[in-house]
Structure formats: structure tokens, C-alpha cells
């Protein structure tokens, strides 16, 4: 990266799109289809209405996901990725096929909280 660039590297600048332990996990769930946030909350399990509604509301200012509200009663509101989003998805791709393979493995080593 040049040096007038507020990252390290390109690691570093990807990470500050998506770091955390729920960002993933919530693009995840949206790279087949648009999900409603009710379907995010019951697909990413164990996070909280509080957390969840902060990291979409980062990931939509980050350009990552678009948030659609259709102006209904009830109210319909829907999440979907963006072209960066969806580019995005595809580097994550070979991630998941990582622990997939491998987590038997991980299991074994990981120390879980």
C-alpha cells in the first residue's frame, strides 16, 4: 500500500471492513439471498438484537450491504450485499472451505469460550 494510506496492507483494510467475530458470520448468511433481519438473528446465533442492529448499521455505511425498507405495515425491511459485498463474499469463500476441512482439527486445538 502507498504510504499515504490509512492501512498497513491490504489485510489490514479488509479486516477493517469486516473484523470482528459477527461481520463474517452475517455476510455469511446474506450471500445467497436477502435475508430479513429476523432471519439474520435466528441464523447468527447467540448475537444480540443490540449487537446485530450495530454491525449491520457498519457494514451498510461501509458500502457492504444495502438496507432495503419497503414502507409496509408491518413494517418489511430487508439486507442484502452490495457489488463490494458480494466480491467480498468470494474471498471468504476459500475461508470456509478452510474450516470446513479442517475442523476436526480445530476442535481439538481451540480453546473455546
Known sequence: MNTNSPFLCGLDAALR???GKWKPLI???L?????RYG??????????????IQQLK???ANGVITRTDY?????????SLTPLGKSLVETLRP???????NEET???KLVLR
Open 17 to 19: 471492513l469486516i473484523g
Open 27 to 29: 455476510l455469511y448468511f
Open 31 to 35: 450471500q445467497k439471498s436477502a435475508c
Open 39 to 52: 432471519e439474520l438473528k435466528r441464523s447468527v446465533n447467540g448475537i444480540s438484537d443490540k449487537v446485530l
Open 58 to 60: 457498519e457494514l451498510e
Open 71 to 79: 414502507k409496509e405495515i408491518p413494517p418489511r425491511v430487508d439486507y
Open 95 to 101: 475461508l470456509c472451505k478452510w474450516g470446513e476441512d
Open 106 to 108: 480445530i476442535k481439538s
